[in-house]
């Protein structure tokens, strides 16, 4: 199912192209390559001082690691989520080495995720983001020590038909239209709320 972005001109189709779905072909796995990709794709993100305070805990459907991040998802997602092939939970290293504080570790936790989000779609696959989960359940879980947070969990899997979704608002939600803020209210020029130049230039205010 095709639910590209509308965009005022082309944006690459990787990033056209994704979206967040819910329903998960649960009889697919990833392969080995796939998930390596997945998971170099993230370890390559910029990084301030190339700090990477990024961890990760990866799952593959049927083993235990995919098993203690379902289980930290709240309701919810659970509805849902349990097919994805993979599980993954991003964790970002709030305090650096020196015991300081690490101001950009989510900013950059963000950056790897997107990294893996845009891998998963160049190999095929789909991915969706979860804030909806239990990071201390997580924590306790998984043994995640202080100074670490959980800042989400993705799911990541070949999408399959709606139908499969049990949940009927799901299924609507799953082809709904897409909807963003428009480019005028996003973008400014030199003073706050004043569309930057070249986007009242496009008319797609
Ligand atoms: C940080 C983050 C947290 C999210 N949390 C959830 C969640 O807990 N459950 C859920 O179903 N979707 C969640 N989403 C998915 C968003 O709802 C989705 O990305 C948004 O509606 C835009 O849709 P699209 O990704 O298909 O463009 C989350 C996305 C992000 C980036």
Avoid: C
């Amino acid at each position: 199912m095709s639910r590209s972005a509308v965009t005022s001109t082309a944006v690459h189709p990787l990033l056209a192209e994704r979206w967040s779905p819910r329903s998960f072909d649960p009889s697919h796995e990833v392969t080995a390559e796939q998930l390596t990709a997945l998971l170099e794709a993230a370890r390559w993100a910029a990084s301030a001082f190339n700090g990477q305070p990024w961890r990760f805990i990866v799952g593959r459907r049927g083993d235990e690691a995919h098993k203690v991040l379902f289980d930290s998802l709240l309701g919810f997602n659970q509805r849902w989520a349990g097919t994805a092939s993979v599980l993954v939970a991003a964790v970002a290293a709030e305090v650096k080495e020196d015991g300081s504080p690490h101001s950009t570790a989510a900013y950059e936790t963000g950056l790897a995720v997107a990294q893996l989000t845009t891998q998963a779609h160049a190999e095929g696959l789909h991915a969706h983001q979860m804030s909806g989960f239990d990071g201390d359940r997580l924590r306790a879980a998984v043994g995640i020590p202080e100074g670490f947070r959980p800042i989400a969990v993705i799911a990541v899997g070949a999408p399959a038909a709606a139908d499969l979704l049990a949940d009927e608002k799901l299924r609507a939600r799953e082809s709904a239209p897409r909807e963003r803020r428009a480019l005028a209210e996003t973008f400014f020029a030199a003073s706050w709320g004043t569309p930057a130049e070249l986007v009242s230039a496009a008319g797609a205010g």
